[in-house]
């Protein structure tokens, strides 16, 4: 038996593993039985949904600026249940095999193995939240596992994880050509032909570029190039510090209730101004530290630089200024130091710089996933409530930002302000752009409706209180008269509150 063998009947023989295993299962099962699905969550599962066809899912999927990888696994649970929650079932899947995967199938040193799956990033961002994300980082680990192993149609099996990674999402894609690169490298260093190099080289192009078409969604998108390069400004030139310090350094605002989405580091900078000196400080050193541990593996220290220089470039025209967002950072360091281990053996040092990294990533990890479970990350899933609370005879109304949760949770379609006709889900076309900013959104909705239908008063349900309603749209509460009539409140995610509405002609 080849020592190869041993070490892997060893690691699956490990109680140690098989018992953090159990734990991250544990952990993460709860924590998604506790938590509510938020907007990004659900509008996902209403366009795969409301998909008849494949067909239709494409098409529907092409004004995303996302790939269509998570929309069909979505599309195909739909065929069989309306039940939201089923979304829930699939990604504690897709992130338990991701441990597993990292537990018994990587080099990495085994003290990192045990905090790897404790971190923010493995256990909430891409544990408990039901998205895109977590489906592009299993195929990547797959990839890393099968890199070195020689089998019938390895080639085949890798080309086709490269497609998986790269159409589930941008930033994914970025990560996949970081691997290719790697995948290259390791062809040149083991001195295959140029013409063998060549033809990995045509291969993994053709691979990727279907991703791309996805990605560049068509011109009358909401979400087109014009979208982005209209709102870029120089403030996106200085905001390049923040993805480095929300990847490694995920703590959050603990003392901000709505934490998601926040860098303590970051929120601080208001009230300290040398904070920033000091955040450039801290990423300038973790670049110089991730450079000292994998500079003696190239191809690891190419994959993880192409993934950041990739990753700045796109931060320049789509800001990477939330965790999830800048988290594939943390990914492809994490890919770049499972092959770098792969290959050489981790000293001393590097082992304390990557288990510290990762001891702060236990930290946000803990928080996110304690709050998560002490408070509500969303109310949307109180939707129901608020429509039973309508009389029957009286027609309820919503706008774009509420008819997620709505649709989600009752399965019917709701009638959008905005667009001025009912609605299963929204599609980012240049129809949705235009609504969206046309002045007094709410009070010319409902004068045409009530113009439309002959009618003196409607029921609205949004995520906006009043007060935000009144500063939306201003015309509103001098048109008509708007009765509070019941609320929902204490969200995590700060577009996560109910509000109902009376609404009356003066």
């Known amino acids: 038996m080849s020592s190869q063998n041993i070490s892997k009947q060893t690691l699956f023989t490990n109680p140690l593993l098989w018992g953090i295993f159990i734990l991250y299962v544990i952990i993460l099962g709860f924590t998604i039985a506790h938590h509510e699905l938020w907007g990004d969550e659900i509008h996902s599962w209403n366009i795969a949904k409301a998909s008849n066809s494949f067909s239709d899912l494409i098409s529907n999927t092409r004004y995303e600026g996302h790939p269509p990888v998570w929309y069909i696994i979505l599309w195909s649970i739909s065929k069989f249940t309306r039940n939201v929650y089923y979304i829930q079932l699939v990604q504690c899947i897709i992130a338990c095999a991701i441990v597993f995967l990292i537990l018994f199938f990587s080099q990495i040193p085994v003290l990192a193995k045990i905090l790897i799956p404790f971190g923010y990033f493995f256990l909430f961002e891409y544990g408990v939240l039901s998205r895109n994300y977590a489906i592009g980082i299993l195929p990547a680990f797959i990839i890393c596992v099968i890199l070195y192993k020689n089998f019938r149609y390895r080639i085949i099996v890798y080309y086709v994880l490269l497609f998986l990674v790269s159409n589930t999402h941008l930033l994914a894609l970025l990560l996949a050509c970081s691997l290719h690169l790697y995948f290259l490298l390791l062809n040149i260093e083991q001195k295959k032909k140029k013409s063998v190099i060549a033809l990995h080289i ?47 350094i995920p703590v959050p605002a603990w003392w901000d209730y709505n934490f998601w989405n926040t860098q303590f580091l970051l929120e601080a900078q208001s009230s300290y101004p040398l904070l920033r000196i000091v955040s450039a400080i801290i990423v300038l050193m973790l670049f110089v530290s991730i450079f000292i541990i994998l500079k003696k593996n190239k191809k690891g220290l190419a994959l993880f630089g192409f993934n950041l220089i990739l990753s700045f470039i796109t931060a320049l025209i789509f800001s990477l200024t939330t965790s999830r967002y800048a988290g594939l950072i943390f990914i492809g360091f994490i890919v770049a130091y499972w092959l770098y281990c792969h290959e050489t053996s981790a000293d001393q040092k590097s082992r304390l710089f990557v288990n510290i990294l990762l001891a702060i990533q236990i930290m946000a990890g803990v928080f996110a996933i304690i709050k998560d479970i002490q408070f509500p990350f969303s109310i949307g899933y109180k939707a129901k409530e608020l429509v039973n609370e309508v009389p029957g005879n009286k027609k309820i109304v919503t706008d774009y930002w509420t008819l997620n949760p709505l649709e989600a949770f009752t399965d019917k379609p709701f009638y959008c302000l905005e667009l001025h006709k009912e609605m299963s889900f929204l599609m980012w076309n240049s129809e949705l752009s235009a609504a969206i900013i046309s002045p007094d959104l709410y009070s010319n909705g409902i004068k045409y409706l009530f113009q439309k239908d002959n009618i003196k008063d409607v029921y609205m349900i949004s995520i906006h209180s009043l007060q935000n309603i009144a500063e939306l749209d201003a015309q509103l509460l001098k048109s008509f008269d708007a009765t509070l009539v019941d609320k929902k409140e204490g969200a995590i995610e700060k577009g996560g509150n109910l509000y109902l509405y009376e609404i009356k002609a003066n």
């Open 202 to 248: 045509l291969s993994g192009t053709l691979i990727l570029l279907p991703s791309v078409y996805f990605i560049f969604p068509p011109q009358d998108s909401g979400l087109n190039t014009h979208f982005f390069l209209d709102r870029w400004n120089t403030s996106q030139l200085t905001a390049l510090i923040q993805p480095p310090l929300r990847s490694f």
